[in-house]
């Protein structure tokens, strides 16, 4: 016999419990169900899809009994398709309490989970188009998205999560899907989530339950499950500037009471913003998504079932990188010192010929003659296995993930500067194993024990490559003047940079990442009487992580000729010229006197060092030389170097220098210092009831990220595990006669080695520096590192109210402060980029960057019904962010003010929702907050977009 859906027994549960009229409970049914269902902070999600159900009714004559502890508070187990049965209240009663959620991997009452958590409910994310990962965290207490491209914008909790620079960082905040953990941020950036159940943010360090460990918390998506009752549901939504979404989600039974299928798809298409004018057909923050997932259950036996799931992203790309305009800078240095007004490069002859452009038009309009789309695309399969034992089961979830990225970026002009250059080209896949065993729930103590395995594997490549133009913008004042003074030296100009092509980045152009982490993990519930609980949790991961990384020239363009004899010992057959622009008369290399000179002159060594006999290499030399000869031909149409005029020569140098300085280091395959360590992640959490509708808790948690194999110019460079401490007190309440749901907490959050951008000595350009002069000062640059010292506090809460008629409330904010406790070693503004000493910043005490004080929002959901079988539905979120610095050195000048977006739909249709048309509206009031900012550009908002839906369901 066919089951019966529980999706539909839960919404009549939860309707039933309402005790409103037949034609307005219909009419509140699906809003009802969900609403009750939102969770919200503290609490996770309540499942509305067949496979889990929206709420766990409490029998009357059981509502009315004091708690007898947990043994009556258990939650019916599941059947073979993975549904739970949701058994019928009595009329009359309003279970709230009884929701339960999932976010402990087992079903359980909201009120006996003390987690920090927040939820969006499917329903919401389709009511408001919210498909985008940027548009779910406008909808949970403290949680944050930072605006970058495709693989790095990424999700902050209580203010942290920042990405990193490096490929070989974990993210901060984990991310779960369908049970997999995604252990690379980008997988979840870039693609639309549909057919969604919920979405539930855990706050705080997680891993001794919820897949790979992580130090400030996860979010959980879950997608609808197969069933063996036939749905289908379709929508296709047109929007402005060419929009179209598309989606639909199919299933039911193939073979009755042994397989089910459910198919969902989307297509999101549709022009961005605002207009290359350089290719007017490209337009930036476009969408072309698509993406499809397959899922099967089968179910052989009462005590078996198995789920499998397939999906796919083809490679399609979207514009995101370059869509800034610059600022004009007319403000001083922080110490009042003026700004130097040196000429823009783009005033300077080479591009002032080209009467198209303007510093001016660049202002006001996106000129990227360069720039494409950034390409991305995943593949995943999934098979989740369940057998159910006489007391316990064990769930088995095998996951393959995969994730491809490239980018092709641009500066803001029309010139042949940047070719194919400056983004990343990266290939990532992940393989995943987690073995779980579960106790029944009830008794003294129910607990989860199990295994998990991860390997990945991320090959990255940074690309740069340069045009006919490079060579002119990238000239010093003094290169260019030199340069442009004829022809001969506008040749070099066009050749020192022209067509070269190279896997060129400071952490390496070309990596090689190989991570494996293997973890056993325990969770138990100590039930020590009827109303306290104490929860407790332990997971030992081993972490193995390498890296192996190199930078070379890939193209040697149109001036080899122009290259050193060779970088770090990677040998580029060029010659080495150097020039004692000084009142020294002597040269230095590697701390020894080389040859005596005379203020001014230009001289060529040859190749390798060749300047003494004891560094002499033969063959260098004598391929330095005729090098260094053909440059002389080639360019000055000279017999050889030594035929040359000293201007002719300096020429020459500033020529080879550019190309040096674009180059930079270059080295061989480096293996990064491995990290290998053991890392434990603990929770201790006593929960008491005070009474049936108010559950109070304090929960303890340690968490940690593992530290990252990383080199840095051709030597390795090792950073720390980021590691949380976590302390939580909060409760989680029924109120108004159970019509309002309040829950809220305070927490405490001590980080130490906080991975992000710090700023060190560079070591290799040091020496190289000191070699030509013992009296050079340390140079320094950015890279990932450690921050000492991080410290997190704060308020949060959520609440739902459903008291009022065809109406449901939720709210949501916090009160937050992310600040560095301790960070001496920060990279400076630009506001003070004229400061003489070139060590870190002390940023201690500042508050971290794109970590607002307040947010909040609320949504609304309003349901008239019209006639007997026709609704009006109406729904709203308004989301509000106090002001907050967008730049990690913590610049004044990037600054986002405080601002205020708001989503609205209203729409009309049949209250069995067969058919439904919406009118969408995302930033209704057109809020035109910047995105981010800095010194000297900014990224505007996202303007107002309306859209019409029409949706169906069979």
Known sequence: MRRISAQSSSTSAALRALRLPAIQAQALGPVAAAALATCLSLSSHAQSNPAVPATQAVPTDQANKDDKGPQQDKVPEQDKAGNSGVATPAAGTLALEGITVRSRNRIERLLDVPVSVSVVQGAEIDRLSAYGIEDLTKRAANVSWNLGNQRTSSISIRGVGKVGQTEAQDPSVGIIVDGVNYAYNALTSS?????????????????????????????????????????ADYKIEFRQRDGLFASGA??????????????????????????????????????????????????????????????????????????????????????????????????????????????????????????????????????ELNWKLPEHSITSITAYKDYHFNAYNDENSPFDIGRNSGGFYIDYKQLSQEVRLSSAVGGLVDYQTGIYLLGVKNKATNYRGYGNDAGAFSASDSQYAALDADGNGRYLLLSSLANLRGALNGTGGQESIRNKSAAVFAQANWHLGDKFTLT???????????????????????????????????????????????????????????????????????????????????????TGQAQADFAAKKYFNASSWSALTPEQKKQLYFAQTIRKNAVGQLWNPVDGTPY???????????????????????????????????????????????KTNSFELGFKSALLNRRLILNADVFLSKVSNYQQGVRIIDTKATEQAKAADPKAIPIYSGITGNVPRVKLYGLEFDGLYSGLPNTTLRFSGAINEAKFAKFPNAAFPAEEGNVAVPAGKDLSGRTMAGAPKFSFNVGGDYNLPIGSDHVLRSSANVAYTSSYLSDGSLSIYSRVPANVLVDASLGFGKLNKSFEVVILVKNLFNNKTVMSQSWGEYAPALPRTVAVAFSTRL
């Open 250 to 383: 199919v299933g039911g039974p193939i073979i009755d009471d042994l397989l089910a299928y459910r198919f969902a798809f989307s297509v999101n298409r549709g022009e961005g913003d605002i207009r290359n004018r350089a290719h007017p057909d490209m337009t930036f923050t476009n969408k072309d998504r698509v993406s499809g997932r397959a899922q099967f259950l089968l179910t052989p036996s009462p005590d078996f079932s198995a789920r499998l799931a397939f999906d796919l992203q083809p490679r399609a790309g979207e514009a995101t990188n370059g869509r800034v305009f610059p600022k004009r800078i007319t403000t001083p240095y922080l110490n009042g010192e003026p700004v130097s007004q040196s000429v823009s490069r783009y005033e300077r002859r080479w591009f002032k010929d080209n009467k198209a452009y303007t510093p001016e038009l660049a202002e006001t309009n996106i000129i990227r003659d360069g720039a494409r789309p950034l390409v991305t695309g995943s593949r995943g399969a999934t098979a």
């Open 536 to 622: 407790t949790g332990v997971r030992v991961t081993r972490e193995d992580r390498r890296n192996t990384t190199q930078t070379q020239i890939i193209d040697q363009g149109s001036a080899p000729e122009l290259n050193p004899s060779s970088v770090n010992g990677v040998k580029l057959g060029g010659f080495d010229s150097y020039w004692n622009n000084g009142a020294a008369d002597r040269w230095v290399l590697n701390g020894r006197v080389v040859v005596a000179g005379t203020a001014g002159a230009i001289l060529v060594p040859a190749g390798g060092y060749a300047l003494t006999t004891d560094n002499r290499d033969t063959a260098a030399v004598a």
């Open 676 to 722: 290998k360590a053991t890392q434990p992640t603990l929770l201790i959490s006593p929960s008491y009831k005070l009474d049936r509708d108010i559950n109070t808790y304090f929960s303890f948690q340690h968490g940690e990220k593992a530290g990252i194999a990383q080199v840095f110019n051709g030597s390795p460079y090792s950073v720390e595990a980021e």
């Open 191 to 231: 693609f639309d989530f549909v057919d969604i159940d919920s979405v539930e943010v855990t706050r705080g360090p997680q891993g001794t339950l919820l897949g790979k460990n992580t130090s400030v918390g996860t979010v959980i998506f879950t997608t609808k499950r197969p069933s063996f009752t036939p749905t």
